[in-house]
């Protein structure tokens, strides 16, 4: 079947190590977006993509980079990881051109930053 | 800015009592609305989409452009809603998909 998966799916880091998520989808979506799960923020967009060489901001892209080289991934990456980055991700995917289908989610990765 | 409200992080109440999850948003344009659910060691799931205008488990929500809202009701809450709710806005002008703070229901029998 297909699916979306995260990986790792726990991770433990130091502050200022470069961390990298992976995202990888096989329904052939063009659509790929991550997200973070914070308690009072909810969930909060950090990078989104419509299309292989296609990458934009979210709300909270600081300190977050994305790219997409293929139709399948879309890893994120903690460039000097922080504190502040202590929290669960989500990846997603659809297959409707724009913000506006319905998302498929990954089971999240939750990242401990010490 | 493109903003979702859901005011209430907690929302308990007993089993076959109504529930409404408020859902504000601020951007106007032409809005896609969604409620998410994530129910317990579950993945995040669309629960309904406002141009469907269909009743999922039971759930509805209606679209008010004029009070800029996007409720989420049931008549009669069961023990098996409880879960965390999140409301979405999707944008085209924006291009982006942003979502609420999430209200966890608690379903109390």
């Known amino acids: 079947d297909a699916e979306i998966t995260q990986s790792p799916r726990h991770k433990i880091t130091e502050t200022g190590r470069q961390v990298t998520l992976a995202c990888h989808q096989t329904w052939n979506h063009n659509n790929m977006f991550w997200y973070r799960q914070d308690l009072g923020h909810g969930l909060r967009l950090i990078h989104y993509s419509y299309g292989v060489q296609d990458t934009n901001k979210g709300e909270v892209s600081d300190g977050y980079s994305v790219s997409r080289s293929n139709t399948e991934d879309l890893p994120l990456t903690l460039e000097s990881a922080a504190s502040s980055q202590t929290s669960v991700y989500f990846c997603a995917s659809s297959d409707v051109a724009g913000p506006t289908g319905e998302l498929f989610f990954g089971e999240g990765s939750r990242l401990t930053v010490l | 800015a493109q903003r979702v409200t859901q005011p209430e992080k907690l929302l308990s109440v007993f089993k076959g009592a109504p529930v409404e999850l408020k859902c504000n948003y601020s951007?106007?344009?032409?809005?896609?609305l969604f409620w998410y659910v994530q129910y317990s060691r579950q993945r995040l799931q669309l629960l309904l989409r406002h141009i469907s205008r269909e009743s999922i488990k039971g759930f509805t929500a209606d679209l008010n452009k004029g009070e800029t809202s996007f409720h989420l009701k049931k008549p009669f809450a069961q023990e098996e809603d409880s879960a965390m709710y999140y409301c979405a806005h999707g944008s085209s002008n924006t291009g982006k998909l942003i979502f609420g703070q999430g209200t966890t229901l608690q379903v109390k029998p």
């Open positions: 951007y106007s344009g032409s809005p896609e």
